[in-house]
Structure formats: C-alpha cells, structure tokens
C-alpha cells in the first residue's frame, strides 16, 4: 500500500467571491487564499457546498481550482471537489486536478438519483480505479445517495486511492461506527468532520479535522478550537465551541445556504458579491437583518465593530443555558469513556 501524508486538520470549505457581472473575481479570491492561510488553515476545500459547485459550469470549477492552486503554491494542501454528473467526467477532473497538484479530491456520493448501497459502492470502486488522485469521500445524507459504514469500510479496504471520508451528517454515533470498522483496517484513513456545531466532539472521538464553513469566516477560531481540543484543555475549547455554535447556526439557519455565510465574509471586508442564486424581496430584507445579526456575533469576538445603534444586551449564548448543557454532554462522554477526565 502506498505511503503517503494522512489528512488531518481545518479545512475551507470557501465561498466564491463574485464579481458585479457575478463571474468569478479572481483578484478578490486571491486574497481570500491568502487571508485564509496567514489566519492557520490547514489546508483549502474548493468546489464545496458552501463554494455552491453546482451552481458553477465545470469550466468554472477548473478555474477555481487553477486560481486557488496557483495562488496556494504548495503552502498548504488541497482537497478539491471533483464531484460531477457521472463517472466518466468526475474521472476527468480528478485527471486535471492532479495536473494541478492538489493533495486530493472530494467526490460527493451520487445525487438525485437516490442509489443503493451496492450503487453508491459500484460508483466509487469505478472512479477509483481510474483516478491518478486520491479520493475523500463524501458523505450528506441531505443531499445525496447516503454512504453507509460497510460501504465506507469496504472501498478502504479494496481501493488504496480512497483515503478518506469527509462525513457531514453531524451524527455521532455513525462516525463512532466508521472509525471502529474502518480504522483497523487502514491505520492511514482519515476522518473529517463537515458538521462544524459538533467540531470538538467529534476529535474527541478520533476524528482527524474537520471541512468547516465557519472557517471561511472565522479561521481564528476553528483552528484555535482545533489547537484546544487536541491539547486537551478541553474546559476553553468546549467554550469556543460554543460560541461558534451560535454563529454557525445563525449563519446556517437564518437564510438560504450559504448566504449566510456570504454576509459575514462580506462584514470580515471581502467583496464577496452577490449569489448565483436569486433572491426575493423578503430574502433581501432578510439577509440584511441578518447581516447586523452577524455584526453584533462578529463585534463579540473582535472581528468588527458593532453596527450604527449598537447590539442588544445580553447579546449570544445564555451562560447558565451552556454550562447546564456542557454538564449533560461532559457526563454523556464521560460515560462512554470518550473522555480523559
């Protein structure tokens, strides 16, 4: 079996800036690599959701990759979204990916057309065979055919190229599964998280990273929660975690994905321009209310000043509220012996 670097870390999942004719900005996401990088990402992830690949012509998406490979040149690792409408064209991209030299691909199970075990398995043993390029999994359940743990464990144990799974399913328990079938199997497989409110749960059952919108955002924090967790001073990083809890859902669940996160890279001062997506009134009139929202969450951590009028009082998470909930899940993990203490 082929030796190579194990995955672990933060991951960006980007957004794509645009520009006023809502192409590509390639000055801007220029930039944005770099902010990026200096701010202690492990590592790139375009081509994601929250990067809205299928919103993109496969054209486009080459581009993104060519921007961000050029500008990255090999400071960090790439994981690229290689996921198109069949077998024959994402082999294609994971070919030119590779002559980009991007660490890796990302190829989401199939969607619309809901598939089987068998299927989902059939499709991925296809791609891996004729990729030059390592494959990370992807596994939401949301969106597309979902992977199950013994398809997972068997593309590990048959396709040397598929090296990892990126699971946003944001469910524990399956995680848990998955790393006990597969990690025996293949000691060099990695885990990665996409589901960023259980971030520090998840390394703490032995995840190796994360893919976390909120760090297109707010890198500070997902790699200092990273830092936390991993050094066990678990009582600041449970903290952390919950204050990107807060951020994460208002940016996740108060408009349509990714605007939420569109608005707030637009507060941290990029031109991020306007979403392929069209939007109605009321979606306008929403985003900008959210927009002071973020402001005030942003304004709490340092990252901005607070909007004209100031934030409410008492602005974020209840503090009695997280330490009755830090209580529960401590004596959960504590109880299954995922803990140190």
């Not at 990026?36 to 993104?64: D, M, Q």
């Not at 830092?227 to 066990?232: A, G, H, Y």
């Not at 009028?309 to 004596?331: L, N, T």
């Amino acid at each position: 079996m082929t030796t190579r670097e194990k995955l672990r870390g933060i991951y960006t999942p980007n957004i794509v800036p645009l520009d006023p004719n809502g192409d590509i900005h390639e000055c801007e996401l220029r930039r944005y690599v770099d902010w990026l990088i200096e701010r202690g990402v492990h590592g790139l992830y375009p081509n994601g959701s929250t990067g809205e690949f299928l919103r993109f012509t496969a054209e486009e998406r080459r581009r993104v990759i060519e921007i961000m490979a050029d500008q990255t040149a090999g400071r960090v690792p790439i994981l690229a979204g290689a996921a198109e409408a069949n077998t024959r064209e994402t082999i294609k991209a994971c070919e030119y990916y590779h002559s980009l030299g991007v660490r890796a691909v990302a190829i989401v199970a199939p969607f619309y057309y809901r598939l089987s075990p068998s299927g989902v398995y059939a499709y991925f043993r296809e791609i891996a065979r004729n990729s030059p390029i390592d494959i990370t999994l992807y596994n939401i359940p949301m969106f597309a055919s979902p992977i199950d743990v013994p398809t997972v464990a068997r593309l590990a144990e048959e396709c040397d190229r598929v090296v990892a799974i990126k699971d946003s399913s944001g469910d524990l328990p399956h995680m848990m599964r998955m790393i006990a079938a597969v990690g025996p199997l293949r000691p060099d497989f990695s885990f990665m998280t996409g589901w960023d409110a259980a971030l520090m749960p998840m390394l703490l059952i032995g995840c190796d990273g994360g893919t976390n919108a909120t760090s297109g955002v707010v890198p500070e924090i997902t790699r200092k929660l990273y830092d936390l967790t991993l050094s066990e001073r678990l009582d600041e990083a449970r903290a952390l975690q919950y204050r990107l809890l807060k951020l994460f859902d208002t940016m996740i669940y108060s408009s349509e994905f990714p605007e939420g996160f569109r608005a707030a890279l637009r507060l941290r001062g990029f031109a991020t321009g306007v979403g392929r997506q069209p939007q109605a009134e009321n979606q306008q009139l929403a985003i900008e209310r959210l927009s002071n929202e973020l402001q005030c969450l942003l304004a709490a951590e340092g990252f901005t000043e607070e909007p004209i009028g100031g934030c409410p009082a008492g602005h974020g998470v209840d503090a009695d509220q997280v330490a009755r909930i830090v209580k529960q899940v401590v004596d959960e993990l504590k109880k299954r012996g995922m803990t140190a203490r």
